[in-house]
């Protein structure tokens, strides 16, 4: 099983990116999918949740009203939208797979390496 996250890099204020995950290993729609992140020196942090279908979604009061999170299983593939990007969102951000629906990281079965997102000033 391989959750590949790609789409990170450097932002500056204000700017927008679009992270991917994409899936292999595993059937997709059998499974949640949430973003998480990491600043440096902290702990890891919920950022978004999406159901099997994509019908539903949970976001983290952090990126709430910032950041969309999508799905496409045909693609096996997890999409999170970032906007209005602010310094203190500099962080790795993941992808995980979950086969209950659940913002607690440790019930993730699957991780992805995490992808690099950088916010300047």
């Known amino acids: 099983v391989q959750l590949q996250a790609s789409g990170g890099g450097l932002v500056q204020a204000g700017g927008s990116l679009s992270l991917s995950c994409a899936a292999s290993g595993l059937t997709l729609s059998n499974y949640a999918m949430g973003w998480f992140r990491q600043a440096p020196g902290k702990e890891r942090e919920f950022v978004a949740l999406?159901?099997?279908?994509?019908?539903?979604?949970i976001y983290g009061d952090s990126a709430k009203g910032r950041c969309t999170v999508s799905r496409d299983n045909a693609k096996d593939t997890v999409y999170l939208q970032l906007s209005s990007l602010k310094p203190e969102d500099t962080a790795v951000y993941y992808c995980?797979?979950?086969?209950?629906?659940?913002?607690?990281?440790?019930?993730?079965?699957?991780w992805g390496q995490g992808t690099l997102v950088t916010v300047s000033s």
């Open positions: 999406i159901s099997l279908t994509g019908s539903s979604t």
């Open positions: 995980a797979a979950s086969e209950i629906w659940t913002t607690l990281g440790h019930q993730y079965k699957y």
